[in-house]
């Protein structure tokens, strides 16, 4: 067998490229791998595509369980392609309707599982409905207008109130009423096209912003979950409150004959103290050096110790002396000290 390094490097080559090529290639299309994706695609059948795009959501009962896939004309119906998640049940006579996501006009899928069994095939017309799209119907509104001549409409009006001027009196009285109509409409034609100018700017400005104002829906959704979830305990929390203030108002009745006298002793004290506060300060800066020179005396252990100055002669040399019941015995710097 010929070593790696002798064989032709040219099919080589070719099959790594080959290989390389397969693998971008898989990676490219990695969603449509039914063993990576863990979905099941279905098909619904729609009068109009209402604005659904690829990449929807598709909700069963309010809960995202996929995505739509594709969005595509057959015939004169829409065909829908989804991807819903395996572990849902999707049976024979299930439906599917178009529903509005915001208020900016996004929309998603959902889906009302029913009947037994699996879906096979596509589901009919008969169980799919789409929804009203108002920000449509305004814009369609809108351009219909403005493209009215209102001059012309006011003329064909009043060739409409010249040809029944012999009918009957409320005939006339009503093409009267639509001529006044035609010649206000005609009047105010400036004002309504700023108007519908102002519109679609305004339509513009929250279809530019779609994705601020649904976050900031989504955000408010999820305060509003948090509050929700914590219900249990901002009740507790409540509970424990009352039932605490409820313990201290008990506790201040019972103990109201020993509080009441305890807290007036409390203040009798508190005065005495307030009366007396300069004695208590010259107390206390007297008593500062009596402490040091005690401390000084008994700080060695058991025995005590000080110091008395100015002894007679007579009395050094004779050894020690009786001072209130203790022997203190001079040493050479005039102190003693005595067990």
Sequence with gaps: MKPFRERNPVPIGAIGLGVILAMLLLAF????LPFLNGGKSYHADFADAAGLKKGDDVRIAGVKVGQVTSVELVDAKVRVGMRIDS???????SRADIKIKTLLGQKFVA????????????????????PLDVTQAFNG??????????????????TIAATFKDTPPYVQSSLRGLQRLSTTIASRDDALHQLLARANGVTQTLASRDAEVAKLINDSNLVLQTVYQQRAVIHKLLVDTAAVSQQLSGLVRENRA????????LNQTLTILQRNQDKLDET????????RDFTDVLGNGRWFETVLWNLPA??????????AGQKICPNLAGAGATP
Aim: hydrophobic letters at 45%.
């Design 29 to 32: 299309n990695a969603s449509k």
């Design 87 to 93: 572990g849902m049940h999707v049976g024979t006579d």
């Design 111 to 130: 889906v009302t599982p029913a009947g037994p069994g699996t879906l096979a095939g596509d589901i009919p017309l008969a169980r799919t409905t789409t």
């Design 141 to 158: 509104l809108g351009q219909r207008a403005g493209e009215i001549d209102t001059a012309r409409l006011a003329d064909a009006f009043d």
């Design 258 to 265: 020993v509080i009441g006298p305890a807290l007036r002793n």
């Design 284 to 291: 206390i800066h007297l008593a500062a050096p009596f402490i």
């Design 314 to 323: 007579g009395v050094a040399s004779e050894g020690c002396i009786k001072v």
